[in-house]
């Protein structure tokens, strides 16, 4: 890690190998045993040659720099442990660090997408039309201070919930967060509260 760290990462992603690398391909491979035995300075041979295309490889597929930044580290970290896996029968040196740099930029993604549909889906199973029936008669009903006594009747745990949505504007991921809590639990929370609510309001009407 100590090499990895040693050597910056370029200034601006690149897409290909630089016009004048400082080693050839025949010398990069030469290169894998000794960085296998750690011989820094081999790899920061190695780094030289290949950082650029690295950078450029994850930017090209996350559009994103810092996250790039990220991705190269971890490959040319990778590279510098795996080193003695590489063989010269399956291709070059640069194609085998850029096939990895590929898969570890393609499972980023992959992991941003699947979060992302985990909140769609938690969003998608939340009491929303309920939260906002009640909101939206609150808006047009209820002034401030009846809805603080409507909050007021409710347990702590469900008034912690509401408020943060009601008056943050928090989405239920974020309360989940805040308060340190399941998300199944805060949707439980808000849900019973809500219910509280209407009923309340309904009431006072």
């Known amino acids: 890690m100590t090499a ?10 690149v897409d290909r ?9 025949r010398d990069l491979s030469g290169l894998l ?3 296998a035995r750690g011989d820094e300075r081999a790899f920061g041979v190695l780094y030289e040659a290949v950082a650029g295309p690295v950078l450029g490889l ?17 490959v040319l970290l990778e590279v510098w442990r795996t080193a003695a896996r590489y063989r010269p029968d399956r291709g ?9 740099t590929h898969r570890r930029a393609v499972d980023r993604v992959r992991s941003a997408q699947a979060s ?29 201070d009846r809805v603080r006594r409507c ?15 009601y008056y943050g504007g928090y989405s239920q991921s974020q309360i989940a967060a805040m ?13 019973d509260g809500l219910t509280r609510m209407r009923d309340s309001l309904a009431v006072h009407d």
């Open 116 to 144: 992302a549909d985990r909140d769609r889906r938690a969003a998608a199973a939340s009491p929303a039309p309920v939260f906002d029936e009640v909101a939206e008669a609150v808006e047009r009903r209820i002034d401030r």
């Open 58 to 74: 994850a930017h090209r597929v996350l559009r994103d720099r810092a996250q790039a930044e990220e991705v190269a580290q971890e």
């Open 151 to 165: 909050l007021g009747a409710l347990t702590e745990l469900q008034r912690q919930s509401l408020a943060l949505a």
């Open 17 to 25: 190998v630089p016009a004048q690398p400082v080693t050839g391909a």
């Open 92 to 100: 070059g040196v640069l194609t085998w660090v850029l096939t990895i």
């Open 33 to 35: 045993p000794r960085i």
């Open 4 to 13: 990895v760290r040693e050597h910056p990462l370029p200034a601006d992603p």
């Open 179 to 191: 308060l340190g809590a399941p998300l199944g639990t805060v949707k439980t929370r808000m849900r």
